[in-house]
């Protein structure tokens, strides 16, 4: 989301809305705790978030968030994976894995 808003095209509307958004996903998204200690860089860097595939608000807001990065030209892919990699966080959300490669 940080590469939209450097890129200063949002509408103010938009910019309410994405401000809004991002607070609100601070605010509700635990932070996963495999961060809270010192992480290598080359785990660091490799790892990804996923969604955790359920009903919840934060999938349906990061669909708009898409839709949002998509409007303004930054191409957006949605992933589903069984197995993504090695997991290093998981909650009722979100899972931190680490990619087999």
Avoid at 5 to 15: D, F, G, H, P, V
Avoid at 50 to 60: H, I, N
């Amino acid at each position: 989301m940080g590469d939209l808003k450097r890129m200063n095209r949002m509408s103010k509307k938009e910019k309410i809305w994405y401000e809004n958004t991002a607070d609100w996903f601070n605010k509700n998204l635990p932070n996963p705790s495999c961060f809270d200690l010192p992480v290598p860089n080359d785990i660091k860097f490799r790892s990804k978030s996923w969604f955790v595939f359920s009903k919840s608000d934060f999938l349906s807001n990061s669909k708009a968030v898409a839709e949002l990065l998509q409007k303004h030209g930054i191409v957006v892919n949605e992933l589903l994976s069984e197995n993504p990699g090695s997991i290093l966080y998981k909650d009722s959300f979100q899972v931190v894995v680490l990619p087999a490669n």
